[in-house]
């Protein structure tokens, strides 16, 4: 594709469901990527309920469905086309939207001795058409198809944009579900996983207490005690003690999951303050995994990254880390999964692989998703 533009515009709804972020990455064979401009479009409350009861639902209709995904591909539109307005760029300066879809369920291993699946709303064919620009899509199944993980993806991203020869690096992600990168200055295969939920549960319990949709700075967690008899019991949990390559969703971590583990005595804060410190402590666990209480550089991403309890918490569990924002890199925290859907677009244009068989365990590398033409 010797004349396709520089310009992709990547699109990411993740597991917290707040909204849809749109990246518009400039990106060439021989350069780093480079983030021109962004829009995100928030999740509409209504939206958000019906995709909410399809990640946990054990059946619904293909009207239901076809509703949630028909909602949700307009949402994405929207905002493609604010993000275009904004720049003065219309659909054909575009060499391909990276659609990344909402996720519903996730099961890499099965259900109960089924088939591995991992399910992503999207509407490839819709979006091209309300858009005026081709669209990469289904970037999951392959990689699941070559007996992968389907996830996390990001990390072949992070390796193009934050690999250094002079230092080790973790990226790590805070969104709802928290994925770890280990890069190493060799340039050897990165390593990575999901470690467990970042804000899921979090965000679960500041609802479920009518403290709105999340613990603003982490301030509801930080005026409470952590309660070390209950985060032994969430620690003890089989997914943070499988080795690699793992990786997880709602389907395990929900409100119910935390429910079980309550004795019903404890206050709400305990219970904020601890799920804050199950998130820094997983994280930790997995990094260390890696790197033992070796120096390196964390570059925190995601929503998490603002919240400075659970930064403060990572910190004190990581002393020998030293904490770089990722807008140093030109992508601020909130931005980095988008651009990394904006990247496996181009990287599917080019043919190039887009997964890490290191950490997704696929058989190979392969080249991820579906064009769908403008
Ligand atoms: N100021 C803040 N204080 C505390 N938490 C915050 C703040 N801003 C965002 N968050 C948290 O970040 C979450 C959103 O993060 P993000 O958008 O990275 O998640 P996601 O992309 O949906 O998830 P995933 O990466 O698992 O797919 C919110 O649900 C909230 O919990
Ligand atoms: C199945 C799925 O959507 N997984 C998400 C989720 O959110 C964070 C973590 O769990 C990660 O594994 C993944 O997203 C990012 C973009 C990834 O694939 O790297």
Redesign the pocket.
Known sequence: MENTPDLYVGL?S??SLDGVDAALVEITPHTSPRLLATHAEPMPTALREMLLTLCHASSASFAELAAAEDAFCHLQARAVSALLVQQGLTGDAIAAIGS?GQ?VE?APNGHQGGPAY?L?LDNPSLLAELTNCRVVADF?RRDLAAGGQ??????AFHQALFHSGEEERVIL?L?????ITWLSQDGGAPLGF?TGP?NVLLDAWCQHHGHGTFDENGAWAASGHVDSALLTRLLSEAFFHQPPPR???RELFHLPWLESHLNGAEAPADVQATLAELTAASVAQGIGQFLGSRPLTLIIGGGGARNADLCQRLANHLPNANLRPASDWGFPADWI?AG??AWLAYRRLHNLPGNLPSVTGAKGERVLGGIYAA
């Open positions: 990411m993740g597991t990344h996720t996730h991992t992503q999951r389907a996830a996390p993806l990001a990390p992600n969104g709802g579900f928290a994925n999901d970042a990786s997880t969703g999964e990394a859907f």
